[in-house]
T-cell receptor, first 118, second 112 residues
């Protein structure tokens, strides 16, 4: 079974500063993918970034980067130069690939609420 | 514009009634999913479909039913057997089951 843990229920960051949102995971599957989604107050989930378990380099997408430490089973999201529009809930999720029965399933953490202040 | 639409945005239902939530996508994605989100929680998978006329139960399928008669459409029926149906329901799709999922705007269901 897969499990995602997000230990920070809420975080504050000042505008233009960088912030790290923590995510640890647990799986016995050797092949898996890690995802980060943003959920603004409107409710829709916005895909941010993806990291495959065999990827050699950390994923980056604009101001988002994923600090992937495989041995520690962590996949922290780093947001650089925070903006007011970054205020939202952030969810870490994982998919395992070896077991075809679970390949479709994304397992989500409980999320971190980020508030960007002036 | 390509995307996923869900309707209605807000839905109210009396206890004992079945209700159907709509999900349509024009992204030509093969796979579609339904998730439920409760306050302060992550998303939990209700049902998913990898291809037309095929679907599988997720982690919390009891009290729900789905159909996948067309590639673009994956409606979810919340039946009277679902004990605590009040929640936020999100539909998603992906090119295949191995790709990132894209989500619709959600439907907030309240049982009165």
């Amino acid at each position: 079974a897969q499990k995602i843990t997000q230990t920070q229920p809420g975080m504050f960051v000042q505008e233009k500063e960088a912030v790290t949102l923590d995510c640890t995971y647990d799986t016995s599957d050797p092949s898996y993918g890690l995802f980060w989604y943003k959920q603004p107050s409107s409710g829709e989930m916005i895909f941010l970034i993806y990291q495959g378990s065999y990827d050699q380099q950390n994923a980056t997408e604009g101001r988002y980067s994923l600090n992937f430490q495989k041995a520690r089973k962590s996949a922290n999201l780093v947001i650089s130069a925070s903006q007011l529009g970054d205020s939202a809930m952030y969810f870490c999720a994982m998919r395992a690939y070896e077991n075809t029965g679970t390949a479709s399933k994304l397992t989500f953490g409980t999320g971190t609420r980020l508030q960007v202040t002036l | 514009d390509g995307g996923i639409t869900q309707s209605p945005k807000y839905l109210f239902r009396k206890e004992g009634q079945n209700v159907t939530l709509s999900c349509e996508q024009n992204l030509n994605h093969d796979a579609m999913y339904w998730y439920r989100q409760d306050p302060g929680q992550g998303l939990r998978l209700i049902y998913y479909s990898q291809i037309v006329n095929d679907f599988q139960k997720g982690d919390i399928a009891e009290g729900y039913s789905v159909s996948r008669e067309k590639k673009e459409s994956f409606p979810l029926t919340v039946t009277s057997a679902q004990k605590n149906p009040t929640a936020f329901y999100l539909c998603a799709s992906s090119i295949t089951r191995y790709n990132e999922q894209f989500f619709g705007p959600g439907t907030r269901l309240t049982v009165l």
